[in-house]
């Protein structure tokens, strides 16, 4: 009769096992039945290289509305999220003293405008006798003078109501572009400043990404060159973009360099519903560089067990397990980097169940 103690060996033997992960042991190698498989040898292809950078979604035009002036805002009826139009006006403010300022510069106008005109008056009726001998060369040069005094005094007022005019057309905030409304930074009855802005205009129907690149690879960028776009968020939308603008000076912190990639239009946007790619999403560039050599295996020859990939390599007859590093993936194939070597066979597709050791026959 069994003993509690040769019992409870196999139980512990077995939960050991469960607990590794492992599976229970086949048959030995010599007894297993040899499985047909395709295989194929490791050789080097080319491989395109290429760097992958991190950035932001953005519109190609993003513009800031302010105002020259200080006064109090009467007017501000969009929301952030809005959508704008060209020449649509946004926001208005009101400034007194500038107001006040063009009555006041309208009524000297209209006074030196009386003054010139009488003293063209004088000039007139002076020139007449002048010619007549019946006025003074000194009375006809004085005439001349206060007439052209009074004409430089109208033209000065002129260019001052002008330039009162002038200030006074940024009471009025038109928007700049066609676009969406994605900062409001003030609200009706605040105080409006010069050179800060009330409102920020963003495009959304033409988007960038804007991507940070090391030093070490900023020579690598050209404008005009190809760049992947991928933007999760937005259900992984993938695009082919073009840079437009790398610029020449970097970060003196970060040693980082901006990279713009404008996106082609027709990108699902924002009337493409909830799948659209916004701004401020985060992106992904992809940007090829070149090729290398690389050992490239097809994706159904690699098979994940926990966090470990393998493959099987052909050795004398038999598949042996091999735990591979993976490196970039291009379309149907995974690149390798290390765990096969170069002129090794290997089953290209592990889908069948395959046990280490196991007798194979090629296809």
């Not at 190809?226 to 840079?243: E, H, I, L, P, Y």
Request: proline letters at 5%; glycine letters at 8%.
């Amino acid at each position: 009769m069994p003993t509690r103690r040769s019992l409870a060996v196999p139980l512990v033997l077995a939960i050991i096992v469960s607990a590794c992960g492992g599976e229970p042991s086949g048959p030995p190698a010599d007894e297993m039945e040899p499985v047909t498989v395709a295989t194929a040898t490791a050789t080097a292809t080319a491989a395109a290289q290429a760097g992958r950078y991190s950035g932001t979604i953005q519109g190609t035009r993003r513009v800031p509305l302010a105002t020259k002036m200080m006064g109090t805002v009467t007017q501000l009826a969009v929301e952030e999220g809005d959508r704008v139009r060209q020449g649509e006006t946004l926001a208005r403010i009101r400034s007194q003293n500038v107001e006040a300022q063009r009555a006041q510069v309208q009524a000297r106008l209209r006074e030196a405008r009386a003054a010139r005109d009488n003293a063209e008056t004088q000039f007139d009726r002076i020139k007449a006798l002048r010619e007549t001998d019946s006025a003074t060369e000194q009375e006809f040069d004085n005439a001349q003078t206060a007439y052209e005094r009074a004409q430089a005094q109208v033209e000065a007022l002129e260019s001052r109501l002008a330039e009162t005019e002038d200030m006074l057309t940024y009471a009025t905030l038109e928007a700049p572009i066609d676009g969406y409304v994605v900062e409001k930074r003030s609200d009706e009855g605040a105080l409006a400043a010069p050179g800060r802005p009330l409102l920020v205009v963003e495009t959304l129907d033409d988007l960038k990404a804007v991507v940070q690149v090391p030093a070490e690879d900023i020579n690598r960028f050209a404008v005009g060159d190809s760049a992947t776009v991928t933007v999760g968020a937005a259900a992984d939308v993938r695009t082919q973009g073009m840079v437009t603008q790398v610029n020449p000076s970097g970060n003196a912190v970060s040693r980082q360099f901006t990279v713009q990639v404008r996106l082609p239009r027709g990108t699902p946007s924002e009337a493409s519903g909830t799948t659209a790619i916004k701004s401020g999403m985060y992106a992904e560039v992809l940007h090829q560089t070149g090729t290398r050599s690389a050992l490239m295996v097809p994706r159904k020859a690699l098979f994940e067990r926990g966090q470990l990939t393998g493959l099987y390599a052909i050795s004398d007859g038999t598949a042996r397990l091999r735990w591979v590093r993976t490196g970039t993936m291009q379309g149907p194939r995974v690149e390798v980097l290390s765990g096969l070597r170069l002129g090794e066979k290997f089953v290209t597709d592990a889908t069948p169940r395959i046990a280490d050791g196991q007798p194979v026959r090629t296809e």
